[in-house]
């Protein structure tokens, strides 16, 4: 039970996004290792949501990185470590914005890839969780442009490289950066309408509901906003 104890006070100290999504990704790649399911049952397939009602892949393809493995692994270590940091940072209290970044990310991914599949373009990208915690990464590293890192111990460089690095790192690896790419443009698009836009203009095109902030934060926090 000991050594169980600091798993447990790391896990019980996420935040409440990063938590939920993190759990939703390793229990979904546990039972696909169990063969309780299968891969092919939760992929993004346009036509089989759309002519047989598998509805259930608009959410399910987000949560499937990889088979149980080093490559799981690393996604799930870059996307807990930077969404945490996030969610605690720029969304310390604002947990309803924060959540409607993901939906924003993810509503934006569907759409593209929506576009590949009816436009009959050769990109098919099957499942969009390394996508999404591209959006998440991108978002952090454009609001932690002076957070200087490093790289393996190889070299230094400062936040907003981090994408571009990490995407480097996977192609090093045979991994296809389209997913990376898209997910970077989601980010990007997100930035801009969040941060750039307001500063230039003093005005807001993106804006979390009202009826979702006070779902999730409660009355209070929408009438501080």
């Known amino acids: 039970m000991a050594?169980?104890?600091?798993?447990?006070?790391?896990?019980?100290?996420?935040?409440?996004?990063?938590?939920?999504?993190?759990?939703?990704?390793?229990?979904?790649?546990?039972?696909?290792?169990?063969?309780?399911?299968?891969?092919?049952?939760?992929?993004?397939?346009?036509?089989?949501?759309?002519?047989?009602?598998?509805?259930?892949?608009v959410v399910t393809n987000f949560l499937f990185f990889?088979?149980?493995?080093?490559?799981?692994?690393?996604?799930?270590?870059?996307l807990v470590r930077y969404s945490k940091l996030l969610e605690e940072g720029s969304y310390r209290g604002r947990t309803a914005d924060y959540l409607f970044l993901w939906m924003f990310g993810a509503v934006w991914l569907l759409a593209i890839t929506s576009v590949f599949y009816y436009t009959k373009l050769p990109l098919k990208i099957m499942f969009l969780g390394p996508s999404l915690s591209f959006v998440i990464l991108y978002v952090w590293s454009r609001r932690n442009i002076h957070v200087r890192m490093s790289f393996l111990g190889l070299f230094t460089f400062t936040a907003p490289y981090l994408p571009w690095v990490i995407l480097g790192f996977g192609v090093m690896l045979g991994q296809d950066p389209v997913g990376d790419l898209v997910g970077m443009a989601v980010g990007h698009v997100y930035y801009f309408l969040e941060d750039v836009y307001p500063s230039i203009t003093n005005r807001r095109l993106l804006r979390t509901p009202t009826f979702f902030k006070t779902l999730i934060d409660g009355p209070v926090a929408v009438n501080q906003d």
Do not use: Q
């Open 3 to 57: 050594a169980a104890a600091p798993f447990e006070n790391w896990y019980r100290s996420l935040p409440i996004v990063t938590k939920s999504f993190m759990t939703a990704c390793v229990l979904t790649t546990l039972a696909i290792h169990l063969d309780l399911v299968h891969p092919l049952s939760l992929y993004l397939n346009y036509y089989v949501i759309v002519h047989n009602l598998e509805v259930w892949r």
């Open 66 to 78: 990889d088979e149980l493995g080093l490559n799981f692994i690393f996604h799930m270590f870059f």
